[in-house]
């Protein structure tokens, strides 16, 4: 009895771990949903709009701490819970954009936390609520061998160099991308390169590639509207031959029914037959089918011509809105790239001056110390940390193993569980 009961209760540990582990992944989600949770650049938001999907979709909160949305632009959430951002966009919906919007606005990615330094995987890792530095060294796997962080101390700072040059040339480019894309939708022939970029020969190659493109859509968009107005002279040469052939038709539907009239008079006293004044009758039938048929020709040349023009607006309609569709993509590109450079330049920073702080192995436990790097409002402050710290997003965790004799340098006092800086 006792075995079985013993069998029953291992047989329900997979589903308690299971059940634990959906909890703790519902957990992050639910937290980050919080009402009280300040929005801060990084913070990536679901918007929904009722009814409205062109509005609606994911955005990035920028380094100014707003988001850019479609028709409204910049609305600014930093620093704002999820309820506050909602008002905010609401409000900026309503005026003059929507009657009585219905907005959903929701937390999809926080602000991951960054592990480097004396750990077996650095990297970005997802943000969970009650994350304290012992568990985000979990996720990079623990600390790392002495061995393995020997050998892989260089491939690491190569990869954090290659991730910002990548990420500045991504940058250049977007920037150029833009600047040419307003002076295409302004209609201008040319546009400002961004200052400083002239001693740059990466942003000189993307300024002509660029250049080349934005004169060779402005050529095809002007080939293609002119085009369309080239139709229209022809169209309206129609229109005046064909009133002139009606003017002549009615002139001498004119003339037959003053000879009819003239006719009706002589066949009423007998001096002439009725057989002719039919096939006048018959004259003037045929004239006025004819008439008949050149307004019908003039009506078709009449809309020819609105369909002409309907179709140049068309045109201008669907070259600017793809216009606005490109930059609209450029600048989300632009905001994520500008979030993630100086994180990138902190982690590469960080990998080089720690570059020659692993030494040989020493017998026993090494000396660690663990520093957090962290924004509060709009300055970063760096400070050490004990194991139980808890975390936030957007933090920045350097695991640096330290020599006996290498003195410790921080920024703040070490802080108790719980009681670190809020953003």
Known sequence: MMRQHRRTRLARVPYRIAALALWVALGGAAGAQDSDYRLAPGDRLGLSVYGQAELSGEFVVNGSGALFLPLVGEVTVSAMTLPEAQKQIVSHLADGFLQQPVVS?????????????????AGSYPFRYGASVLSGIALAGGFALPEQAQISQRTEFLSADERVRVLEATLRLLTVRRERLEAQRQDREDFTP?????????????????????????????????????????????????????????????????????????????????????????????????????NSELARLDLAIGDLALRAQELTDTYHRRLLAELQDVTTRLTEVEMQLPSAREIREARLQSGGMLGAASPGTPARKVFITRAVGERTETFEANERALLQPGDIIDVRREPPTSPIRTSLALPEPGSLPAR
Do not use: C, W
Request: proline share 3%; no cysteine.
């Open 194 to 294: 961004p200052r400083g970029s002239e001693r740059d020969e990466g942003f000189t190659r993307l300024l002509a590639e660029e250049r080349g493109i934005l004169k060779a859509q402005r050529s095809a968009f002007a080939q293609s509207a002119e085009m369309l107005r080239a139709q229209q002279p022809r169209i309206e040469a129609e229109i005046a031959g064909v009133e002139a052939q009606r003017k002549a038709e009615e002139t001498q539907l004119r003339l037959i029914q003053s000879h009819l009239e003239d006719y009706e008079k002589l066949i009423s006293n007998g001096l002439a037959r009725r057989y002719q004044g039919i096939e006048l009758q018959r004259e003037e039938a045929r004239n006025k089918g004819t008439i008949a048929r050149l």
């Open 105 to 121: 606005l929701r937390i999809t990615e926080m602000r991951p936390i960054y592990l480097l330094g004396d750990v077996r995987v």
